[in-house]
């Protein structure tokens, strides 16, 4: 099973990426999957989940309102649309998938190996 976090880059402040988490091995539209970010120096922190069926997000409050969860069923991945990018959001984005959207951080079973962002100010 591996998870793949992509689309991260180099972005101006108050511009936009869009991540994807795609698997191999594991059929992620059957599974939550949540979107966690590190900066330097700092713990990994939650930034968002979906839930299996893709009707219930939850985001942190730093992201809420500027991020957007989202499936894309047919092509079995999770995008994370970013909006309005700050420098405060420059770190490594991972994506991880659980059976249940409600697991705390470290009880997710799968992750992968992350994409960096940087925002420049």
């Known amino acids: 099973v591996q998870l793949q976090a992509s689309g991260g880059g180099l972005v101006q402040t108050g511009g936009s990426l869009r991540l994807s988490c795609a698997a191999s091995?594991?059929?992620?539209?059957?599974?939550?999957v949540g979107w966690f970010r590190q900066a330097p120096g700092k713990e990994r922190e939650f930034v968002a989940v979906?839930?299996?069926?893709?009707?219930?997000?939850r985001y942190s409050a730093s992201v809420k309102g500027r991020f957007i969860i989202s499936r894309d069923k047919a092509k079995n991945t999770v995008a994370l649309q970013m909006n309005s990018l700050k420098p405060e959001d420059t770190a490594v984005y991972y994506c991880?998938?659980?059976?249940?959207?409600?697991?705390?951080?470290?009880?997710?079973?799968?992750w992968g190996m992350g994409t960096q962002v940087t925002v420049s100010s």
């Open positions: 991880a998938a659980d059976r249940d959207y409600r697991s705390r951080m470290n009880e997710y079973t799968y």
């Open positions: 091995g594991l059929a992620l539209n059957n599974y939550a």
């Open positions: 979906i839930n299996l069926g893709g009707g219930f997000t």
